[in-house]
């Protein structure tokens, strides 16, 4: 069986995440183009410097939760199956996933990693500081100023967009955990699934694409995963 696992905001906010933005259409209390676009980081860089210095230091005050260790041990299980396997796409930036036991090539950020920097010339990513602004050297060309976050922004190509479509074509099981169904691409994964594949979304209510899935579960994916995940291993051992 290939299964697919698509993850957004919902299942970091059950650790204490704040979700992208709220309903005033701002990112801890910043207008999401100033802090989320490239236009925004040449403006004001600094800004920019800050805003995700806060966002790696509250990452240090949260913790995994049921939701991200039950994916992992599904994704675990699969690994050592000749008969199954899953992968997990994330529209998630933080490293709870990775903390709720995955390691790094299992994780797939689609919209990249806030515990990372990258260089703008070489396009080289590194592992970031806590604290990351245009004074930091950057470690392959030895230059400060030419370190931005490791960050998918407005109007720029997610990330693994090619290999999630081509897993997306064979899939067998789909489970969108957390997501809104508002931000694309990841909102037309699941009708990039072939008509054989069960599409399963678990969310605290239900979403606009909604009527595409087959399931709909309703609650805390922390709630409701473990129990699933356990069933779903049952079924295919």
Known sequence: ??????????????????????????????????????????????????????????????????????????????????????????????????????????????????????CQKSAQVFTSPLHLDEKTLCPCCHQAGNLRPHIVWFGEIPFYLEEAFSLLNKCDLFLSVGTSGFVYPAAQFVSMTPETCRRVEINLNDTQISPVFDQHLTGKAGDILPDYVDELMEGLS
């Not at 069986?1 to 957004?8: A, D, P, R």
């Not at 236009?39 to 913790?63: I, M």
């Not at 199954?84 to 090539?105: C, F, M, S, W, Y």
């Open 1 to 118: 069986m290939n299964i697919v696992i698509l993850t957004g905001a919902g299942i970091s906010a059950e650790s204490g995440i704040k979700t992208f933005r709220d309903a005033n259409g701002l990112w801890e209390n910043h207008a999401v183009e100033d802090v989320a676009s490239p236009e925004g980081f040449s403006r004001d860089p600094q800004l920019v410097y800050r805003f995700y210095n806060a966002r790696r230091a509250q990452l240090q005050e949260v913790a995994d939760n049921p939701a991200h260790r039950s994916i992992a041990k599904l994704i675990n299980y699969c690994k050592n199956s000749t008969k199954h396997h899953a992968q997990l796409i994330t529209q998630n930036v933080d490293d709870l996933h990775e903390r709720g036991g995955l390691k790094d090539q299992d994780v797939w950020h689609m919209h990249g990693e806030l515990k990372k920097m990258r």
